[in-house]
């Protein structure tokens, strides 16, 4: 599974900004698709995910700010990023989980920067 993310930018601490992952295989046939981000000398951490049930964890940091969401027919994953703070500021990336009879594989996006200037 390729996966592209897109969207990242330099916003003001209140803005918004929609982070997309575009997938190469059809979205519903991921076992869970997510959101993690990874700041300047911390380690990465879980934003928000589907699970392989279809319902949704957020980070406290996140919750009421942040909506994950995914189009199926695009096989897009999204990210609404709300109310935005200085401490949001990251390199964002998309996972992505497959489980097949080899096992559990995790995918990788190559990341897009949010910067939240306060």
């Known amino acids: 599974v390729q996966l592209v993310e897109s969207g990242g930018g330099l916003v003001q601490a209140g803005g918004s900004l929609r982070l997309s992952c575009a997938a190469s295989?059809?979205?519903?046939?991921?076992?869970?698709m997510g959101w993690y981000r990874q700041a300047p000398g911390k380690q990465r951490e879980l934003v928000a995910t589907?699970?392989?049930?279809?319902?949704?964890v957020y980070a406290d940091s996140v919750k009421g700010r942040f909506t994950i969401s995914r189009d199926n027919a695009k096989s897009t994953l999204y990210l609404q990023m709300n109310s935005l703070k200085a401490e949001d500021t990251a390199v964002y990336y998309c996972n992505a989980k497959t489980i097949t009879s080899m096992g559990l594989s995790a995918y990788w996006g190559q990341g897009t920067q949010v910067t939240v200037s306060s």
């Open positions: 295989r059809n979205t519903g046939s991921i076992n869970t």
């Open positions: 589907f699970t392989s049930g279809g319902s949704t």
